[in-house]
Nanobody
Framework: QVQLVESGGGLVQPGGSLRLSCVASRSIASTMRWYRQAPGKQRELVAGITSGGSTNYADSVKGRFTISRDNAKNTVYLQMNSLKAEDTAVYYC????????WGQGTQVTVSS
C-alpha cells in the first residue's frame, strides 16, 4: 500500500495563492488526484494528472488551479491562484494502488 501526506494548506485572503503538496511513500505510476470537501458538502474532484502528465480540472477551478507532479520526488502539487471564499475546504490527495489511498487532508481557508 502507499501513504499520502498533504501539506501547504492555510489561511489566505481572497485573490491570494497557495501551493499544496502531496508526498507518496513510494513511486506511483497511476493517476493522482486532488479532491476537496467543504463543510456540509460532498467530496468533489478538483483536478487529476496521469503518469504521463495529462491533466483534467473541475470547471470551477479551470484557469485558476494547476496540478503537476514530480515523479522523481513521488510528489504531486496543486497550485491555487485567484482563490475565492468558495474554495474553502479540506483538500485531499488520492490515488489507487491496490486499493483506494487517501491522505489525511489539509485545510484551506479563504477569508478576509
Amino acid at each position: 500500500q502507499v501513504q499520502l501526506v498533504e501539506s501547504g494548506g492555510g489561511l489566505v485572503q481572497p485573490g491570494g495563492s497557495l501551493r499544496l503538496s502531496c508526498v507518496a511513500s513510494r513511486s506511483i505510476a497511476s493517476t493522482m488526484r486532488w479532491y476537496r470537501q467543504a463543510p456540509g458538502k460532498q467530496r468533489e474532484l478538483v483536478a487529476g494528472i496521469t503518469s504521463g502528465g495529462s491533466t483534467n480540472y473541475a470547471d470551477s477551478v479551470k484557469g485558476r488551479f494547476t496540478i503537476s507532479r514530480d515523479n522523481a520526488k513521488n510528489t504531486v502539487y496543486l497550485q491555487m491562484n485567484s482563490l475565492k471564499a468558495e474554495d474553502t475546504a479540506v483538500y485531499y490527495c488520492y490515488t489507487y494502488f491496490l486499493r483506494d489511498c487517501w491522505g489525511q487532508g489539509t485545510q484551506v481557508t479563504v477569508s478576509s
